[in-house]
């Protein structure tokens, strides 16, 4: 199991929908982008009827092979146990979390959506998660399911955790100068890469904009 690859002071963590383009168009946008130093790359729980997903989860963690970070799937312990994923995201705590085998292995990362609810910071502390992920900080179509997160909440987590966070939801280039003095650890990004029209670019101007409020 890959670990997350928290190497930089903050980083970016890539979501990709399997269902967004073609597979043979996404594997090659991919072959590019994973040349970057991600974080970590999640498969959002969005395939296509026909899709295979584990054999799309199992062809994503074969690209990555090389590099350094972990792939984890959306919410779904099934494919988690039928890939060779290196862990799951959850956008919620399972009620009988306690009773799913491939969560008591404790051999795969886990991490948690979270949001102005400090008790889930708590829960994902005490659960022994391996990160939080705060939803949504700015309005996205993305995702909808999520209420806005305060930056206070955002600090007040660091004081609460050591968990790695991360910051999902709406979030731009131009984003990054206010965000910079937040303590989080990377932000995730879906659609301000995924679905630019130029993904390798765009992703270079993240991590440019990270940089730049690094020096």
């Not at 690209?63 to 984890?72: E, H, N, Q, R, W």
């Not at 886990?110 to 502390?125: F, K, P, W, Y």
Request: aromatic share 10%; glycine share 4%.
């Amino acid at each position: 199991m890959k670990k997350l690859n928290l190497k930089a002071e903050k980083g970016i963590y890539l979501v990709i929908d399997p269902s967004d383009k073609t597979e043979d168009e996404l594997f090659s946008i991919l072959e590019q982008l994973f040349t970057f130093p991600l974080i970590a790359v999640q498969i959002w729980d969005h395939f296509g009827e026909k899709q295979d997903a584990v054999a799309f989860t199992n062809k994503v963690v074969n690209m990555a092979a090389a590099y350094d970070f972990p792939i984890l799937v959306n919410n779904r312990w099934d494919l988690l146990k039928l890939s060779h994923a290196d862990g799951i995201h959850l956008d919620s705590i399972p009620v009988n979390l306690s009773r799913i085998p491939k969560f008591a292995e404790k051999n795969h990362l886990v991490g948690l959506t979270v949001n102005n609810d400090m008790n889930l910071i708590h829960q994902a502390d005490s659960l022994g998660f391996d990160y939080v992920s705060f939803c949504s900080v700015y309005p996205t179509s993305t995702t909808q399911h999520c209420d806005l997160v305060s930056f206070d909440s955002i600090r007040k987590a660091a004081e609460i955790t050591a968990l790695p966070v991360f910051l999902a939801g709406g979030i731009k280039t131009k984003h990054m100068n206010e965000l910079h003095a937040l303590p989080y650890s990377g932000i995730a990004i879906i659609s301000g890469v995924m679905q630019n029209e130029n993904p390798v670019m765009a992703l270079q101007n993240y991590f440019n904009s990270i940089q730049k409020n690094q020096t």
